[in-house]
């Protein structure tokens, strides 16, 4: 099962900062699952939300600023501790710093249909000019926003975010034509995973920090989690193979004669 750093390490370093997707890369996560808003100058950057307030100590909305002023701002506000200043990073910077990042979720939230057009578009040039048709995955709660990505090109990879049972998210995925089924592991059935597999979609589930709840959605047979702590959750299934591959063999007593 894959493990996802969720904003980077949300749980160990500043969501969605630089510092987060380095520690985590240093500790084997090459997995991430990030949000992405368009700045003021058009440049997706990667935040949470459509504003600045809860993470920084600034005021309003993400559109209000250029990416160049995101990355000035302290992004260490209500959210884990880091010794020195960080600012919000653009897409780019994130993709400029590493060369071995296995997988990415990329994930839209709603925003004006306008800002998400222009994000769109941003979004498809940059898959296109750094191919990354297999190393990422475009998704969103916004089916709008999956269409139109799909309409600019075909071959990038779309995943439908679901939080709720009803409407039947798994029933949208399919028509969006969805590689992804991105859903809230709390809603999830051993079913809906089936009937995935069988739409050949990948199951990722978000956000799982408990390893009880891990192995759980191990045996309902899911592709991936999406954790807050990704470096420990590494830890812990890696020293399980290991502890697997030493265990001693038990030899069989010889029957009598």
């Keep these: 099962m894959i493990v996802y750093g969720h904003r980077g390490a949300k749980g160990e370093a500043p969501e969605n900062t630089m510092p987060g997707f380095i520690h ?48 000035e701002m302290d992004a260490r506000r209500n959210t884990s501790s880091w010794s020195r200043k960080t600012g919000i990073p653009s897409l780019e910077n994130l993709l400029d710093q590493f060369d071995d990042i296995e997988h990415l979720q990329l994930e839209v939230k709603k925003d004006a249909r306008h800002r998400l057009n222009i994000l769109c578009n941003r979004l498809t040039e940059i898959i296109q000019r750094r191919d990354l048709y297999q190393t ?18 075909k071959n990038i990879r779309i995943g439908l975010v679901a939080e709720r049972k009803f409407p039947k998210p798994l029933n949208l995925a399919t028509r969006l034509g969805c590689e992804y089924f991105c859903v809230n592991w709390k809603i999830l059935t051993k079913g809906m995973v089936e009937t995935a597999h069988r739409r050949n979609m990948h199951v990722s589930t978000w956000t799982v920090n408990r390893i009880h709840d891990m192995l759980l959605l191990e045996e309902m047979g899911v592709d991936s989690i999406i954790t807050d ?27 009598p004669a």
């Design 229 to 255: 702590y990704p470096t420990s959750t590494r830890m812990f299934f890696d020293n399980r193979a290991k502890a697997v591959l030493n265990l001693p063999i038990r030899e069989t007593s010889p029957e």
């Design 24 to 71: 985590a890369h240093r500790h084997g996560i090459r997995h991430f699952e990030l949000d992405l808003v368009l700045s003021k100058d058009g440049i997706p950057v990667l935040v949470h939300d459509l504003t600045v307030d809860r993470t920084t100590g600034q005021k309003g909305s993400v559109g209000k600023y250029t990416a160049a002023e995101l990355a």
């Design 136 to 153: 990422a995955a475009i998704t969103s709660s916004d089916p709008w926003f999956l269409r139109e990505i799909r309409r600019r090109d």
